[in-house]
């Protein structure tokens, strides 16, 4: 067995036993990353030396016995989450040159707690895509390979570096986002688990905005129980965001081992969408059926408006998006093309520095919040929001946590889906309901298609019960017994 | 409604994005994609239902009045393209 093969329970057990110190695991780690990353393109920035630094304090700590479960624990950092003194790019030409001189709250509490930082993970440009190929600094790999093929395919999105990083041992866990999926399809493209927890559950502060009311933190790794131990340090308070909740936060490994006897399991009969794979649906089933197995009752229910949660998402987040890059004009930070005059150089900056899709969205963004469109668009949006909230507000008060898939398909060819935006748009299908919604919702690996590729089911639960959600994904992950693993890994 | 080239100069202006004409066509067609598709929220019914602003199930706090931070110009000015001193510089606006 290799050090790559523990997971973070397990190495954070090891490091606690003094099997095994920081320094050494970090050590591991850094050269995993410089012998894999050219290739897969998970980081956009490195940081060995802070890694190091970081792992020396963690050996001197747990030697003291200040060491917390996280402790010398090397992860990966999305590099949508402000550093301080390390740049932060959200995977974008204009923030480049930028340095942050604050550390984000989420970021900063898994410093505080003594995890080592191996570097900022590679993302779709301000988030903004599912296969992270919007990213300026070029796209990820996903390190599976469908069976006998050697062609490239992605890793998801947004947040596909983190995803890559876990799914081929370069991180023990990573941070991610999620906006409208960024955290589930990514999670179930590369054979990881992930939550997004209940928006206000982890703070926002100091996470470069894409969509306010839809941003949300939360961890990715190789199991549920290494993500109940990363969301317990995560969440928590926050008097620097607005939006975060004043909700005592418990110790979400004490739901693990619940099991769901007697917990009630709805399936919503819109997510059977016409023309869905049936390898999808197949695993579907045999979800509700390893859940009836372990003593769950399964109860059909409807979440009615459903089909219009695409459309309701590619209003909203593009006009909040919009709204949060008009900061983006050249002139406090990021970076600047000279003009004529102060329009002319916020035109070319902006021309310059951003993106296609990024641009797409923004100008989609402003046409609907604009006059004479406002509330045929926007309006409109805002109210069938507060449709989709009711459904499953109507929902959980028949069950305790909802199954589905997590994306429609497996990982899929770089350069594939490109058609059309719209085209691409579709892998957040079964995932932009509960962002819409604000619920809490988890992909566990649940098996592999036809292809060899890994596919995830997605436990969405209620305001604030991440505890349910951990419960029933640990019992999905037990009877999956998923134990593949991609071909590009360190070993 | 459908946007024709016009309009997508229109929206470019309004957000600030220089758009060249061999973009504005493209732009055109994927704009259009985008709002065809979500064309289908007419169909839902949302008399008398309130419009849903945000995600968080609570009311936004409101916070004490006070200073909390400050003198912390040299950091703010460390990451600024161009400065004066201390302040950001930008093109002349006035003549």
Same mark, same amino acid.
């Not at chain 2, 016009?6 to 470019?12: E, L, P, T």
């Given at each position: !067995?290799? %050090?790559?093969?523990?997971?973070?329970?397990?190495?954070?057990?090891?490091?606690?036993?003094?099997?095994?110190?920081?320094?050494?695991?970090?050590?591991?780690?850094?050269?995993?990353?410089e012998e894999l990353n050219p290739r897969l393109n998970a980081y956009i920035t490195t940081t060995p030396d802070?890694?190091?630094?970081?792992?020396?304090?963690? #050996?001197?700590? %747990?030697?003291?016995?200040?060491? $917390?479960?996280?402790?010398?624990?090397?992860?990966?950092?999305? #590099?949508?989450? &402000?550093? /301080?003194?390390?740049?932060?790019?959200?995977? @974008?030409? =204009?923030?480049?040159?930028?340095?942050?001189?604050?550390?984000? $709250?989420?970021?900063?509490?898994?410093? /505080?707690?003594?995890?080592?930082?191996?570097? +900022?993970?590679?993302?779709?440009?301000?988030? !903004?895509?599912?296969?992270? =190929?919007? @990213?300026?600094?070029g796209p990820v790999e996903n390190p599976w390979k469908r069976t006998g093929s050697d062609a490239k395919l992605v890793p998801g999105g947004s947040s596909g570096g983190s995803a890559t990083a876990v799914a081929a041992r370069i991180a023990l866990a990573a941070t991610g986002t999620d906006t409208g999926g960024s955290i589930r399809q990514p999670a179930s493209f590369t054979g990881i688990a992930g939550i997004k927890?209940?928006?206000?559950? &982890?703070?926002?502060?100091?996470?470069?905005?894409?969509?306010?009311?839809?941003?949300? /933190?939360?961890?990715?790794?190789? $199991?549920?129980? #290494?993500? /109940?131990?990363?969301?317990?340090?995560?969440?928590?308070?926050?008097?620097?965001?607005?939006?975060?909740?004043?909700?005592?936060?418990?110790?979400?490994?004490?739901?693990?081992?619940?099991?769901? +006897?007697? +917990?009630?399991?709805? =399936?919503?009969?819109?997510?059977?969408?016409?023309?869905?794979?049936?390898?999808?649906?197949?695993?579907?089933?045999?979800?509700?059926?390893w859940l009836k197995d372990a003593g769950a009752e399964v109860v059909d229910i409807s979440l009615p408006h459903t089909k219009y949660g695409l459309a309701v998402y590619y209003i909203v987040a593009p006009a909040e998006a919009s @709204?949060?890059?008009?900061?983006?004009?050249?002139?406090?930070?990021?970076?600047?093309?000279?003009?004529?005059?102060?329009?002319? !150089?916020?035109?070319?900056?902006?021309?310059?520095?951003?993106?296609?899709?990024?641009?797409?969205?923004?100008?989609?963004? $402003?046409?609907v919040l604009s006059h004479g469109y406002y509330d045929a668009y926007y309006l409109k949006a805002q109210k069938v929001r507060a449709l989709i909230l009711r459904d499953f507000q109507q929902a959980f008060e028949q069950v305790d946590a909802i199954l589905t898939p997590t994306a429609p398909s497996a990982a899929f060819g770089l350069g594939e889906k490109m058609d059309d935006p719209v085209t691409m748009y579709l892998n957040d299908v079964f995932t932009v309901p509960a962002s819409l919604a604000g619920?809490?919702?988890?992909?566990?690996?649940?098996?592999?298609?036809?292809?060899?590729?890994?596919?995830?089911?997605?436990?969405i639960g209620n305001h604030f019960d991440e505890a349910t959600v951990f419960a029933v994904s640990a019992a999905i992950e037990k009877a999956a017994g998923f134990t593949a693993l991609p071909e590009l890994r360190a070993k | 409604m459908s946007l024709d080239?016009?309009?997508?100069?229109?929206?470019?202006?309004?957000?600030?994005?220089?758009?060249?004409?061999?973009?504005?066509?493209?732009l055109k067609s994927e704009l259009n994609a985008i709002l065809g598709y979500v064309e289908q929220l007419s169909a839902v019914d949302v008399e008398g239902i309130t419009p849903l602003s945000g995600g968080a199930q609570m009311a936004l706090r409101q916070r004490a009045d006070i200073l909390t931070d400050g003198g912390i110009s040299e950091k703010i000015l460390a990451n600024a393209p161009d400065r004066e001193g201390n302040f950001f510089a930008v093109p002349k606006v006035v003549e």
């Open positions: !067995m290799s %050090l790559f093969d523990l997971t973070l329970a397990q190495a954070s057990k090891a490091l606690h036993l003094g099997e095994v110190t920081a320094l050494e695991l970090t050590t591991a780690y850094i050269k995993a990353v802070l890694a190091l630094d970081q792992a020396l304090e963690a #050996d001197m700590r %747990l030697q003291n016995g200040t060491a $917390t479960a996280l402790t010398g624990i090397p992860i990966a950092m999305k #590099d949508l989450f &402000c550093t /301080a003194g390390v740049r932060t790019t959200a995977g @974008s030409k =204009i923030l480049s040159p930028f340095v942050p001189p604050y550390e984000s $709250t989420v970021s900063g509490k898994l410093k /505080a707690a003594g995890a080592v930082t191996l570097g +900022k993970a590679n993302l779709d440009e301000f988030a !903004m895509g599912s296969s992270n =190929i919007t @990213s300026a600094y927890p209940t928006y206000g559950r &982890c703070s926002r502060y100091g996470i470069v905005a894409f969509a306010s009311s839809l941003d949300q /933190a939360g961890p990715m790794a190789r $199991t549920v129980e #290494d993500n /109940a131990l990363l969301l317990n340090v995560m969440a928590g308070f926050d008097d620097k965001d607005s939006t975060s909740a004043n909700i005592a936060v418990p110790d979400f490994t004490a739901a693990l081992n619940q099991g769901v +006897k007697g +917990k009630r399991i709805g =399936i919503p009969k819109e997510y059977r969408l016409e023309g869905t794979n049936p390898e999808i649906l197949a695993l579907w089933d045999q979800g509700i059926a @709204s949060n890059l008009a900061r983006y004009d050249g002139v406090r930070f990021g970076a600047r093309v000279d003009g004529v005059d102060l329009i002319d !150089m916020y035109e070319r900056t902006r021309a310059a520095g951003f993106g296609t899709e990024v641009k797409r969205r923004i100008m989609i963004g $402003t046409y619920v809490p919702a988890m992909s566990v690996p649940a098996g592999l298609s036809s292809e060899g590729l890994p596919l995830g089911l997605q436990i | 080239a016009a309009a997508v100069r229109r929206i470019a202006r309004l957000a600030r994005i220089r758009v060249d004409d061999a973009e504005v066509e493209t």
